[in-house]
């Protein structure tokens, strides 16, 4: 054990002499290296007491945005996605953009991928979906993955409204990568290879150019991913990045208290000195259910609300080309 704790020296080999580069080996089961042109790479590190391993690393022929197959000394596959230009990001950012101009901005929708249709949150999200398409009559935005965001889909699709969502390959929960999604046409979302990307694309789907776009987001129960979406934007709320000259509505949906806590927290932010008082509060508009946002939104957008609080609406909502089902 000692000697594992010890700083290791090593010695870099390779088949291939002009490589550029050393690094220090470690004994783990995966390591990741850029790497342009050689096919096997030995790493020799050395520890106390004349001790020495050698690693050796086989690299598949390489091709021109693949990720590699990277075989170690356990047997092990990894595939490995390689970011080789700053344009393949870019490109990826233009590609959501095209899927915007093409599905019309909207609500973006927030949440955890894990709450399945078992799950109370589930249910009501699917509800608010349907009653916000309703009322908006926009494109409903997700991450199109499963969760939250799906019945956030179902419940847009449930209303006859478009849904677009920018896919990751591997949401946080799931033990399989998918480039695909279960049941949306192709045509209809994106699938990413970068998040910075994908977050591109949701904040693009909510920004208003005009009065008579009526988008919003909103942020329904979820984990570190949800929060991560939801305090990037909320950043660009206040640094007025988003919405200087139109708002964009932000929805904390409290389902069951669910962001109680986290509400409190901010309110010792103000105790603290790390924001001013009221800030956050004027940031975002905090839901305890389903009636108070359909409310919110109504309001805000000068709607009309059925005497239930829910959008009134007359038979079943078509677009140019027909009903949408996507089942």
């Not at 990720?67 to 000394?73: L, N």
């Not at 990826?92 to 095209?98: A, G, K, L, T």
């Not at 359909?294 to 805000?300: Q, T, V």
């Amino acid at each position: 054990m000692n000697r594992m704790m010890q700083k290791p020296h090593s010695l870099f080999q390779s088949d291939y002499p002009r490589l550029g580069f050393s690094m220090p080996a470690s004994l783990v089961s995966q390591i990741y290296l850029r790497n342009s042109c050689q096919r096997t790479v030995r790493f020799v590190p050395f520890y106390g007491g004349g001790r020495r391993r050698t690693l050796s690393f086989k690299f598949s022929e390489l091709k021109p945005h693949n990720p590699w197959r990277i075989s170690v000394c356990k047997g092990e596959l990894v595939e490995v996605g390689e970011r080789t230009s700053p344009n393949e990001v870019r490109k990826e950012i233009e590609q959501c953009y095209e899927l915007i101009n093409k599905l019309g901005r909207g609500v973006v929708y927030l949440g955890s991928s894990r709450m399945g249709p078992d799950h109370s949150h589930y249910l009501q999200a699917l509800e608010l979906g349907k009653e916000i398409a309703n009322l908006l009559g926009c494109t409903s935005w997700t991450g199109a993955g499963p969760g939250l965001m799906d019945a956030a889909i179902k419940g847009a699709l449930q209303a006859g409204k478009p849904v677009g969502g920018f896919k990751i390959s591997k949401e946080a929960g799931q033990w399989t990568a998918s480039s695909f999604h279960p049941y949306l046409p192709s045509e209809t979302y994106f699938t990413c290879r970068f998040f910075s990307a994908r977050k591109h694309g949701l904040v693009d789907a909510v920004v208003r150019s005009s009065e008579s776009d009526r988008t919003a987001v909103v942020a329904l129960p979820g984990g570190i991913g949800t929060l991560d979406e939801v305090f990037e934007i909320l950043a660009l709320i206040q640094l007025q990045r988003i919405g200087s000259e139109l708002p964009v509505p932000f929805l904390l949906m409290n389902y069951d208290s669910f962001y109680s806590k986290l509400l409190h927290f901010l309110s010792d932010c103000e105790c603290w000195g790390a924001v001013c008082k009221g800030e956050v509060e004027s940031l975002w508009k905090v839901c305890n259910n389903n009636s108070e946002a359909l409310s919110y939104l109504a309001e805000f957008y000068d709607l009309p609300l059925g005497d239930n609080g829910k959008c009134e609406t007359t038979g079943l909502v078509t677009t140019v080309s027909g009903p949408i089902s996507y089942s």
